[in-house]
């Protein structure tokens, strides 16, 4: 127990970690893979060395500790049990299934025992970032009713269960092969359980009349997320002379079905006329030749 204390007395008296250090990025619930970077790994006997890693600066946490050569687990804060594993080959920290809360800074911290004390002869740390995907955009209308010439068109885009929290949503509206890029207000959340970011902007526009207009929304995640887009949505509002058009058009359509229908009817009756009559001038022809009887010779 006095080698135990001694090594939490050590971390907590360690300086501060460099400036310039590596930064890991992990997805959220994989793995992180932190290295520390020992070069004379070859040259000493990991039974000769007391191994541990921690996290943050002043209130430090036991992330991992190796005692000469024996994981060991007394020491560990309780978030970290049974979640970390070294590989002693590679001398490399694997952080399993990774959560938001275990962003920051990790130290790695080796002492070499040399007689009756111990060494801290290898330091080096790291800032671990945990990444989540957000959810693809999508694009909802908030009006009801079929839009009519001049009408506004209330949208909003929404996208979830991301982190870390996005820089920016832009809508993106297509109209005669030019885009137009509307920068709005948007809304984030974070869910006070999982630490994931909900985002959800609006956008509110009078769509031209008689113009194929689609309307995208944006999300910029920042590296190395990059950004994701919406399934485009396609809006036409057609004026009041165009709608009198089609209207005139399948007026003037159905009247000459109509025509049409007529012609036939008409056609077809005459015909049965005309079949009619030529039956009933047949029978009267008949009936007007005189029979021929049979007579006798005396």
Known sequence: MEVCIFLLQSMILLPGVAANVPQVISILNHTAHISCSFQ??????????????????????????????????????PKYVNRTKMDMDRWTLQLLNVEITDEGWYTCVIQHRQKASTKIIHKSG?????????????????????LKPNDYLHLSCSSSGGYPEPRQMVWLVSQKNITYRHIQHMDVSQDAVTKLY?????????????????????????????????????????????????????????????????????????????????????????????????????
């Open 126 to 146: 790291c800032s671990l970032h945990i990444i989540a995907n957000y959810s693809q955009p999508e694009i909802a209308q908030l009006h009801t009713g079929k």
């Open 198 to 298: 909900n985002v959800t902007s609006k956008l509110n526009i009078t769509v031209p009349i008689n113009t194929l207009t689609n309307i995208s929304c944006l999300l910029h995640l920042g590296e190395p997320l990059g950004s994701i887009v919406s399934v485009p949505l396609g809006i036409e509002i057609q004026g009041e002379e165009k709608e009198q058009m089609k209207i005139n058009f399948f007026g003037l359509l159905i009247a000459v079905i109509v025509v049409i229908i007529l012609l036939l009817v008409f056609v077809i009756l005459r015909k049965k006329k005309n079949i009619s009559s030529t039956q009933q001038s047949k029978f009267s022809f008949s009936s007007a030749v005189p029979q021929i009887t049979g007579f006798a010779i005396s």
């Open 40 to 77: 004379k790994s070859q040259e000493i006997d990991i039974k000769d060395l007391i191994v541990f890693w921690q996290k943050g600066d002043g209130d430090v946490e036991v992330v991992h500790e190796v005692y000469y050569g024996q994981e060991i687990h007394e020491n560990l804060s």
